[in-house]
């Protein structure tokens, strides 16, 4: 069995790319695994592969040469079943002024996939957020599978805060096997900083593929790359349908978690939702809003929120993609985690695990869905253990809820304490007796935040 993942990658002068994963198939499953990484050129061409060997590690950090841009393709083998074709890994991106994370967003097809014909190779993507100005641009990446892809129309249309879209054809030549491709909207269209008018839009591609996974990476960077922020794109959910749930609680959650230092929570639910109209509930407001709707929440500090979500026609789609947004009191470009919603329907989760850097100072931090799981009790167990790029050697340290933080906010470095020899990234995972938790990890660069959930 095969699992993979692709990530666009580049080195310069001011950005450093590292990708980053740990041997999670052996601690969470069991399962031994071979693991290949391949190093591309944008227009597909191979460069080199490496196999990764955890016999004196259960981390890999790696990246690209110096003075180079293309992608990063890993590939997990394994006589088992791996259970998930995603490859859990990671994406960092440092500039001189931040660093950002991305989990795992495109990945190229097994064989078996493409002879069976389960494949999505058609992409309806949204959920991608625009920041133009006159020294801010945003991009999205996406990359072929292993097959060439004939030259196509595309479709790119971008919406802006009130609402009116605007689309343009674009023609994209042929696509060569395994070759990453960067749109940029200001690219086409001319007005595109007036049209958004200082506010954060929304972008949306039609395209194709042949032979890999839609999703795509997106971006907003200062022109000089001196800042960079990333998450990934998801499905249009008016043009690609969805589960629904018709029967019992009709109710779906969003949780945010605490967050340190001087930066503002917000919270967007993406615009292409499941056709309907909805209502997003807080402590402060209850509101309206619509498929085609960039609907915000925006608030006045780091705290952690609720949100609940429920559709006017009773029908609750399973899927309402949202956002948490960080922005910062000094004009950095705001963090963007792209997460969902928790509904009656979703199971318990038991064990999750996350990437931490100590020189970025991170913290860890957990939202409990109380109104799903009934709330986590104070006699808890929680196990953090600590993986590393030096050592097999896996640290672990075991405390119930009662001696963790009240607001569920934790530094890396209280629960390890000499986690700077675990390397420049390294991982840690937790257990927990209650299954109602998500977890995040953070990092921090000077002004600039980001934040990701575990896997």
Avoid at 249 to 271: C, D, N, W
């Amino acid at each position: 069995m095969r699992s993979s993942a692709f990530f666009w990658v580049k080195n310069s002068k001011q950005l450093k790319t590292t990708i980053s994963f740990c041997n999670y198939w052996k601690f969470k499953n069991a399962t031994d695994v071979s693991v290949v990484l391949n190093l591309r050129k944008v227009d597909g061409e191979l460069v080199g592969r490496k196999l990764v060997d955890f016999s004196d590690k259960t981390v890999c950090n790696f990246s690209p040469p110096d003075d180079f841009e293309g992608s990063v393709e890993v590939e997990a083998f394994s006589a088992k079943n791996m259970r998930i074709p995603y490859a859990a890994v990671m994406g960092i991106y440092e500039s001189p002024n931040s660093v950002a994370m991305v989990h795992s967003y495109a990945r190229a097809y097994s064989q078996h996939e493409i002879e069976d014909k389960r494949t999505l190779s058609v992409g309806e993507e949204s959920c991608w957020t625009l920041r133009e100005s006159a020294d801010v641009s945003s991009f999205a990446v996406f990359h072929n599978g292993c097959m060439g892809q004939d030259a196509q129309t595309a479709t790119l249309a971008v919406r802006n805060g009130g609402g009116a879209e605007m689309r343009v054809d674009i023609a994209l030549p042929a696509l060569q096997a395994f070759e990453t491709r960067i749109i940029e909207p200001r690219a086409h269209f001319d007005n595109l900083i007036e049209w958004l008018d200082g506010m954060p839009g929304n972008a949306r591609l039609s395209f194709r593929l042949n032979g890999g996974f839609t999703r795509m990476l997106c971006g907003v960077r200062k022109l000089d790359d001196s800042e960079l922020q990333v998450t990934h794109s998801n499905f249009d959910y008016s043009a690609h349908d969805t589960d629904k749930i018709t029967e019992g609680v009709l109710r779906a959650y969003m949780r945010t978690p605490h967050v340190h230092g001087s930066f503002k929570q917000e919270i967007v639910v993406y615009p292409d939702t499941s056709k309907g109209e909805y209502v997003s509930r807080n402590q402060q407001e209850e509101r309206s809003f619509s498929t085609g709707d960039i609907h915000k929440l925006k608030f006045t500090s780091g705290e952690g929120q609720l949100v609940a979500f429920s559709r006017k026609d009773n029908i609750l789609p399973t899927r309402i993609v949202t956002a948490l947004r960080l922005n910062a009191d000094k004009g950095s470009i705001p963090a963007e985690c792209s997460l969902g919603v928790v509904h009656h329907h979703r199971p318990k989760k038991h064990f999750s695990w996350m990437v931490v850097a100590e020189q970025f100072g991170s913290t860890l931090s957990w939202v409990d869905f109380e109104e799903v799981y009934g709330g986590c009790p104070a006699d808890a167990e929680f196990v953090f253990k600590l993986y590393s790029e030096n050592t097999t050697e896996v640290r672990t340290t075991s405390l119930q809820r009662s001696q963790l933080p009240a607001n569920a906010m934790i530094g890396v470095q209280a629960l390890f304490a000499d986690i700077a020899d675990a390397g420049r990234y390294c991982y840690v995972s937790v257990w927990c007796s209650y299954g109602g938790l998500m977890f995040f990890s953070t990092m921090q660069k000077k002004d600039a935040i980001s934040i990701e959930h575990s896997f």
